[in-house]
């Protein structure tokens, strides 16, 4: 057995279902190309039968990249056609129809019967195949199947012509050893199927997992950059790479990913978000190659092997590099994005380069962070903040004036508050007349530095939607405001299409 394990990404998919995940199509292309660049096998676009934007969403992906794209549907028929429909065009097309195989998920979810999930299976993988040659079949709560039946299921699918059959271990409860020998019995029982591997992190156990898989005859992994996704988020990318790369030899095992773009990707995908890994993550995090401790300096002075298993160069992360300032061009602003990544069309690489020359004239160095945070927020433009003024101080009433912009309309108001940027958002609220609640606002210096930019988060409920902003600005009430109307904005768009 070959000792290649394909990397079957799921960011888009999976970790697209995580909280304040989610992304617009462009915003999906632009990490799907970055995907490719890593080397990735496989990337899986989206869920089709969703809704419209994602079906919009995976075609423009499909469309755009060379390697495998994956979509994902249920076992009916109106999903496998809408996944078909998305993915007509792509070079290298997979339908990936699922349905649950455990007791608990048939009795209590999908109320049938195990022979009837297995019917349905057989026949949705048929059915795919009439689309297209290749299709993945996966066993939702494989993990907490009763094996006999797992098997059966298996069999059966690899039988109607599933070339890869996944085993998921849908809400992270197995151990090492136990989702192991899973594959270690399948791999003796099927023989010929590509077994595939997807973990959830519930228990901190889904790289552990993953690999415990590859060591029982999985041959793909399915995982997510920064392991976003749903809950506590998937098998994360760079951790299951990178233990492949580092121990490959005591492992026998090696994936085609170039490890060197693992940051960018983490990057991109962060400031996409505008969630970031947390400073300890492995591989990704700030502090992954921090050495703090003066023991470990004086070790990694005297040798980087004494501390260091593997060099930031090796994961693409090294010093940031000084980009650009007010007298850089556009060619200047499309090369470092290049670099990073990002490819976007001429007349949005005009309308950075200014954001760019704005922002130099307000802060003297623009890095890569900066860079990657302007890309991510582009302005909104139905409902934008024209200017806002505050009074503060910790002996007096904080007050905020502001004008704004919906629809080309300019209105403006005034408001009172605990703080300025509280006045300032009641003051906004103010302005638009609408009933917004929000859910939540982070704060993130982009870069180190007194006049590092600030990037701003915002989530808000409005008319039973839900919609996230973000925005970035070197005045963090700025940002605050602008990532707020943003949110606003998108969430009104949702009520305004709900009722048309
Ligand atoms: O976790 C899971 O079971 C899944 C499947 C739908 C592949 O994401
Ligand atoms: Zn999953």
């Not at 496998?80 to 349905?99: C, D, Q, W, Y």
């Not at 988020?233 to 693992?262: A, D, H, K, Q, Y």
Request: net charge negative; with cysteine; hydrophobic share 45%.
């Amino acid at each position: 057995m070959s000792g290649r394990v394909l990397v079957f990404d799921t960011t888009l998919r999976d970790g697209e279902q995580s909280p304040g995940c989610s992304m617009h199509g462009v915003e999906k292309v632009r990490l799907a190309r970055q995907l490719e660049r890593l080397g990735v096998d496989v990337i899986e676009a989206g869920f089709p039968a969703a809704s419209v934007g994602e079906r919009e969403s995976v075609r423009a992906v499909a469309q755009e990249v060379a390697c495998t794209v994956a979509a994902l549907c249920r076992t009916r028929e109106e999903d496998i056609r809408a996944a078909a429909k998305a993915l007509h065009g792509a070079a290298r097309p997979r339908i990936h129809t699922f349905i649950a195989t455990s007791d608990l998920h048939l009795a209590h979810k999908l109320k049938m019967p195990r022979e009837e999930a297995l019917r349905q299976a057989v026949a949705a993988v048929r059915f795919a195949q009439t689309f297209f040659p290749e299709v993945e079949f996966s066993a939702e709560d494989a993990s907490r199947s009763d094996y006999g039946f797992l098997r059966d299921v298996v069999a059966a699918v690899h039988e109607a012509g599933a070339s890869v059959v996944n085993i998921p271990d849908t809400v992270g409860y197995a151990l090492p050893d136990e989702y192991g020998e899973i594959f270690a019995k399948l791999s003796r029982d099927v023989p010929g199927v590509t077994l595939s591997a997807h973990c959830h992190d519930d228990l901190g156990l889904a790289n552990a997992n993953s690999l415990a898989a590859v060591r029982n005859g999985a041959r793909q992994v399915e995982v997510t950059v920064n392991g976003v996704g749903e809950r506590a988020g998937n098998t994360s990318l760079e951790e299951f790479v990178m233990t492949l790369r580092v121990r490959g030899e005591s492992l026998g095992l090696s994936t085609g990913v170039r490890t060197e773009e693992i940051a960018t990707a983490s990057h991109l995908l962060s400031s996409i978000t505008g969630i970031w890994p947390q400073p300890n993550k492995a591989v990704v995090g700030r502090n992954a190659f921090a050495h703090e401790a003066g023991i470990h300096q004086h070790g990694m002075l005297a040798n980087p092997l004494t501390y260091e298993i593997m060099t930031p160069a090796s994961v693409g992360a090294g010093d940031s590099s000084l980009v650009l300032g007010k007298h850089s061009g556009r060619h200047a602003v499309e090369s470092r994005l290049k670099a990073l990544g990002v490819v976007l069309k001429k007349d949005e690489v005009e309308e950075l380069t200014a954001r760019v020359k704005e922002l130099a004239d307000r802060k003297k160095y623009v890095w890569d962070e900066d860079l990657l945070a302007l890309v991510a927020c582009v302005p909104d433009t139905h409902v934008r903040l024209v200017r806002y003024q505050t009074l503060s101080g910790n002996q007096l009433l904080p007050m905020a004036t502001v004008e704004i912009e919906v629809d080309g309309e300019k209105r403006s108001a005034s408001a009172g508050g605990n703080g300025p940027l509280d006045a300032a958002l009641k003051a906004c609220d103010a302005a638009l007349g609408l009933d917004v609640e929000l859910l939540e606002l982070t704060t993130r210096a982009v870069t180190g530095g007194k006049d590092a930019l600030a990037e701003v988060v915002v989530r808000v409920r409005h008319g039973g939607n839900e919609a996230a902003g973000h925005a970035a600005s070197t005045d963090s009430i700025d940002a605050s405001l602008k990532s707020y109307l943003s949110a606003v904005s998108a969430a009104r768009a949702a009520v305004l299409e709900a009722a048309a």
